[in-house]
């Protein structure tokens, strides 16, 4: 009777540790559902995108840091950009290639192209993920070319992040439990410190999803789990904010 019970216990859903990246595996059936547990990922990337120009030279390349399905690539269509993506994740660059990026699967801390190679880096939702976030800033900062820009989003290291981003965002059907581990939050007076170290000036703003919007967003999405039908309608936007406390945005030029 044990081994009936151990063995339909192994075949439940599988707990792992905050910010494990097999959880990514786990989820990849959600990257692309408008109202899956990957939505705000998707207001994001629209934001981040929003950051970054047209191209002003052919061939001008984007340097994608933690990709995953490659969420970004809707938004660069139409600036002039090779968008290259980096994850550690197989089954999101799997997506990610579906979706015109071309992929290279490697860690953050050691990218394997050629410094000063890119345009344009993003790191987006990446940060507040990795152990040692200033190598990832460094191996961004590498990769630049002198005048190239920086993009990025993350989670700030507060007391207030730690409520909203943890405590109160996974009691929501929205977010999955122990995606974020808030010992990694990135405080945003080091990383603007660290990002001068490597010659980019990043100059960051608050953000959040536009209140009315997300209050649609969510009533939709009950209303959809309720009746089984599709969540439609208009995601929310990401909007400033004058505090820095929980959620920021930077962008930022390397010199040269």
Known sequence: MRDVAAAAASTGPRVLPRNDPRQYDD????????????????WLAAARA????????PDAL????????GLLAPHLVGKGYRHVGVDVTRSALVQAAEHGVNVVQGDATAVPLPDGCADVVS???????????????AE?????????????????????????????AERLPT??????DPRLFVDARALVAECAR????????GIRPQAGGLVAWLLRRARAARTGATSTGRAPRIVPTRSTAVLYQGRGVRSG
């Open 27 to 42: 989820l990849a059936g959600e990257w692309w559902r408008p109202d899956g547990a990957f939505a705000m990922l998707h």
């Open 123 to 137: 790191a987006g939702e990446l940060l507040e993920h990795v152990p040692a976030w200033p190598r990832v800033v």
């Open 175 to 180: 977010v999955p439990r122990g995606i974020h």
């Open 198 to 205: 490597h010659g980019v000036d990043l100059r960051l703003r």
């Open 50 to 57: 929003a950051l970054v120009p047209p191209s002003t030279r």
């Open 62 to 69: 984007l340097v994608d840091l933690g990709c995953g399905a």
């Open 140 to 168: 961004a900062c590498r990769l630049l070319r002198p005048g190239g820009l920086l993009v990025l989003d993350t989670l700030n290291d507060t007391a207030l992040a730690r409520l909203v981003a943890v405590r109160i």
